[in-house]
Nanobody, 126 residues
């Protein structure tokens, strides 16, 4: 049974940066794609960044494109999200997700992920 553990969330001022991490353990099957999803109290959970771990393919939502960068370290089985130029609307709970079956684009589709972390909170103040 795979487990995903997010870390790196916190409280920052607008314009600052944060780096989220998601460590995957206990995966008996290879992870084919991973993603970051964000949820706020007034919105449904949305996919913001996702990556195909087998090659150089990634997807970003329009809301974070150009500011956030997703990366994956297969040696450490860890997913990262570098978040730059943070805005108050980036505040929310950030979840890591993984899929051990074949992945298909768009990778931001929540329904295709079969493992989820507990989330890490991000608060951006203006």
């Amino acid at each position: 049974q795979a487990k995903l553990l997010e870390s790196g969330g916190g409280s920052v001022q607008a314009g600052e940066s944060l780096r989220l991490s998601c460590a995957a353990t206990g995966t008996s099957s290879p992870i084919n794609c991973m993603g970051w999803f964000r949820q706020t109290p007034d919105k449904e959970r949305e996919g913001i960044a996702a990556i195909y771990t087998g090659g150089s393919q990634w997807d970003y939502s329009d809301s974070v494109k150009g500011r956030f960068t997703i990366s994956h370290d297969p040696a450490e089985s860890t997913l990262y999200l570098q978040m730059n130029d943070l805005k108050p609307e980036d505040s929310g709970m950030y979840y890591c997700a993984a899929r051990t079956y074949a992945c298909a684009r768009p990778y931001l589709r929540e329904v295709q992920y079969n493992y989820w972390g507990q989330g890490t909170p991000v608060t951006v103040s203006s």
